[in-house]
């Protein structure tokens, strides 16, 4: 429930460009958070080497991956559909393979393989390097599982095929796993714990980014403020490293640095963070590089201490309103968005009481906001009744949903008037005649086109607005361009 998910990319199908000489047909899907997307990419790469090349015609497939997400019973409940689909076409066409990738995988492996039998292939999320060989397996009529969670495995020397990309945004993997054991969520399990990237590998990924055109990167990691780079291995033996290694080790604050003067024309933003693990240099670095996105994505959960113990958040309330006054004081303009779960067992009306207060303290500017399902395999699940009946999550839900939406608009009403650098993403949703981009705070901006394209850095002077989107007209380039 830490991820962003983004309803708009759900299901969406991988394309990339044809290579010489492969024979077979891959359709892949992902489903679920933004390292879905970027694991999907990885995966093409590796498949991509190994005689495949994308299809977006399901009935053509030789072999259907879908990349999966444990997170929310939404997109589980998805992804069975899909796979209901796949084998119905399995039917017309008995030489397609289903596959399985991602954290779902991992949870259901004997479900999918042995029970129900929809599937020949199970792949984790630190198993793709491995695909080749699982695809072999299959081709020689055995089902093949790999979902053994890694020590090492980060992805660091596969440069991902950019898919379905508008050429001018693109994620960067920073960290796999998660070491926070938060009772509401899977990711610790399915992914495994935490390891982070070699910086160098990262650094030449931006670079080659940056070469072929792109314009703004997202450091990704399911809790991006714990990174920690000290020669490979796990962020919990940290301790066990020599002096030599502890005393060049690389944090976050240090890797947002060097990525903003690797290349100080390009635009840099990151996902998640965890309130325990932000530290004060990652805001005073952020403050201290323009070319670092004025946002932070800081998930909350819940406003109430008691309710926080219980999701073994490793911050109390008070902490977290001492971060923001840090990020205000440092960076006045900085856009805060959040994570917010209603209905937590045992929360109260006071607990709910408590969240709305939290949120009047900070006023997001935008947020992700869930009722309360219980996730197979986490802590909550094994360990506390679902208590709240269905209709009190749904009202408390509302209740912070009306309060987030007064609060977007007071946050967008605050840029009327100004002028605020925009880049060019894509059209409008609306209108062809408009351009969509994002400012600084990650506010989608629209404007009229006039000669302006996709990929400029363009000063937008910022005329009307809504609880999502400012609307304004074009001033000229900015000095970025």
Known sequence: MEKIIDENKQGEKLILDQKEGNQRKLFIE?????????DSEIVASILSENGFNTTQNLEDADLVLVNTCSIRDKAEQTVRKRLEKYNAVKKINPNMKVGVLGCMAERLKSKFLEEEKIVDLVVGPDAYKDLP??????????NAVNVILS?????????????NSNGVTAFVSITRGCDNMCTFCVVPFTRGRERSRDPQSIIEEINDLWSKGFKEVTLLGQNVDSYLWYGGGLKKDFSKA????????????????????????????FSTSNPQDMTLDVIETMAKHNNICNYIHLPVQSGSNRILQEMNRQHTREEYFEMIDNIKRL???????????????TETEQDHQDTLSLMEYVKYDFGFMFAYSERPGTMAERKMEDDVPEATKKRRLQEIINLQQQHSLYRTEQHLGKVEEVLIEKSSKKSDAHWSGRNSQNTVVVFPKEHYKV???????????????????????????
């Open 30 to 38: 992902s489903y679920g958070c933004q390292m879905n997307f970027s």
């Open 133 to 142: 060989n699982l695809v072999a397996e299959v081709d020689e009529g055995r």
């Open 151 to 163: 020590k090492e495995e980060t992805y660091g020397d596969i440069a991902p095929v950019r898919l």
């Open 242 to 269: 020599s002096d030599l290694q502890k005393a060049t080790a690389v944090n976050f604050s240090q890797l947002l640095e060097m990525c903003a003067k690797a290349q100080p024309k390009m635009r840099f933003r």
């Open 331 to 345: 960076i006045p303009d900085c856009a805060i968005s959040q994570d917010m779960i209603a209905g937590f067992p």
């Open 455 to 481: 990929g400029d850095f363009v000063n937008v002077k910022i005329t009307d607005c809504t609880t999502a989107t400012l609307i304004g007209e074009a001033v000229g380039y900015s000095e970025n361009n």
